[in-house]
């Protein structure tokens, strides 16, 4: 199943559509010509959603949202996206949380990495990279799915969740390490003038879901 131009293409959308509850996972790809397209790509999501019998939907946004502000976020704050995708990002958990057809529970996640995604090759062999003193926010794939899955065990509905480990090692030391725990060229950072960061709590969902991560610090999973 794809959104094209606003449309919803692929095979049986009605039985895919005959559910109780919908895990709503679709990627905001880099490549996308215009960010807005992805808020089309989930407006059609949502005129399907409205022909459903779907009334809970469990949507895996982004810590992307937040800006490099120098600061800890958590998920009631006020903030302004730094950018045109977090902006676009932003209006889409919006669009999702104001609907009254069905219950939103947005998952902001930080940056998936696990067996199929290591860090050593996110940054492998670059070079002239600033930001390095900057703390990651990473979340393992295996939590993020066993939080999704106590999610929807705990009827969590209309919440706002940070879904990120619990310890952010500075971007030069996790992937110049990961690299070289893989045997692959370890990135080179530049000097700058500080840290542009964020670094995102996630003390409401460990309070929420009484959870406790299986990979609370990236470095350890190297």
């Given at each position: 199943?794809?959104?094209?131009?606003?449309?919803?293409?692929?095979?049986?959308?009605?039985?895919?559509?005959?559910?109780?509850?919908?895990?709503?996972?679709?990627?905001?790809?880099?490549?996308?010509?215009?960010?807005?397209?992805?808020?089309?790509?989930?407006?059609?999501?949502?005129?399907?959603?409205?022909?459903?019998?779907?009334k809970?939907?469990?949507?895996?946004?982004?810590?992307?949202?937040?800006?490099?502000?120098n600061?800890?976020?958590?998920?009631d704050?006020?903030f302004?996206?730094?950018?045109e995708?977090?902006?676009?990002?932003?209006?889409?958990?919006?669009?999702?949380?104001?609907?009254?057809?069905?219950?939103?529970?947005?998952?902001?996640?930080?940056?998936?990495?696990?067996?199929?995604?290591?860090?050593?090759?996110?940054?492998?062999?670059?070079?002239?990279?600033d930001?390095?003193?900057?703390?990651?926010?990473?979340?393992?794939?295996?939590?993020?799915?066993?939080?999704?899955?106590?999610?929807?065990?705990?009827?969590i509905?209309?919440?706002?969740?940070?879904?990120?480990?619990?310890?952010?090692?500075?971007?030069?030391?996790?992937?110049?390490?990961?690299?070289?725990?893989?045997?692959?060229?370890?990135?080179?950072?530049?000097?700058?003038n500080?840290p542009?960061?964020?670094?995102?709590?996630?003390?409401?969902?460990?309070?929420?879901?009484?959870?406790?991560?299986?990979?609370?610090?990236?470095?350890?999973?190297?």
């Amino acid at each position: 199943m794809i959104c094209v131009d606003a449309q919803m293409q692929g095979c049986d959308i009605d039985r895919f559509f005959d559910a109780d509850i919908l895990i709503l996972t679709i990627p905001f790809k880099r490549n996308l010509e215009k960010p807005e397209i992805y808020q089309e790509q989930i407006q059609c999501v949502i005129h399907e959603l409205h022909q459903s019998r779907i009334k809970y939907v469990v949507f895996t946004s982004s810590t992307a949202v937040y800006p490099a502000a120098n600061r800890i976020f958590k998920e009631d704050d006020i903030f302004f996206p730094d950018n045109e995708r977090a902006r676009t990002l932003l209006t889409v958990e919006q669009m999702l949380r104001e609907d009254k057809h069905f219950d939103t529970t947005i998952l902001r996640l930080g940056g998936l990495y696990g067996e199929d995604r290591p860090p050593g090759k996110f940054l492998a062999g670059k070079t002239n990279l600033d930001q390095a003193d900057s703390p990651v926010n990473l979340v393992h794939v295996n939590d993020a799915v066993k939080i999704i899955v106590a999610v929807i065990v705990r009827n969590i509905r209309r919440e706002i969740l940070n879904v990120c480990a619990d310890a952010h090692p500075s971007r030069k030391e996790l992937y110049t390490l990961a690299a070289k725990k893989m045997g692959v060229k370890a990135p080179r950072f530049i000097e700058d003038n500080g840290p542009r960061y964020k670094i995102i709590s996630n003390e409401k969902l460990k309070r929420k879901l009484r959870y406790r991560f299986l990979h609370p610090t990236p470095l350890e999973d190297l």
